[in-house]
Nanobody, 121 residues
């Protein structure tokens, strides 16, 4: 499977962005699609995930209440709406696919190329 992420950009604090991740190949109901981010000098961290079959969602505390992950089964696309953005949200955002619901980078076998989000203060 190939994942293509887009939607990043430069926004002011308090602004919003909508990230998209389009998948080619098969996505089964058992799969989990996740968003991670990596800021300069920091490890890649979990942001949000969604079960493809049930649509159940999971969020990191750092974005809970400000971000919404969703999916379009027909388009095989995962979205992440990010509101009330903060400078600390600045990072490269990656989408990924896992066979299990996990917040661990190691559990995700397929990764997109990343899209840069920069939030200015």
């Amino acid at each position: 499977v190939q994942l293509q992420a887009c939607g990043g950009g430069l926004v002011q604090a308090g602004g919003f962005l909508r990230l998209s991740c389009a998948a080619s190949g098969h996505i089964f109901s058992s799969h989990v699609m996740g968003w991670f981010r990596q800021a300069p000098g920091k490890e890649r961290e979990f942001v949000a995930a969604i079960r493809w079959g049930s649509g159940r969602t999971y969020y990191a505390d750092s974005v809970k209440g400000r971000s919404t992950i969703s999916k379009d089964n027909a388009e095989k696309t995962v979205y992440m709406q990010m509101n009330s953005l903060k400078p600390e949200d600045t990072a490269v955002y990656y989408c990924a696919r896992s066979n299990s619901c996990s917040t661990s980078v190691r559990e995700y076998a397929y990764w997109g190329q990343g899209t840069q989000v920069t939030v200015s203060s």
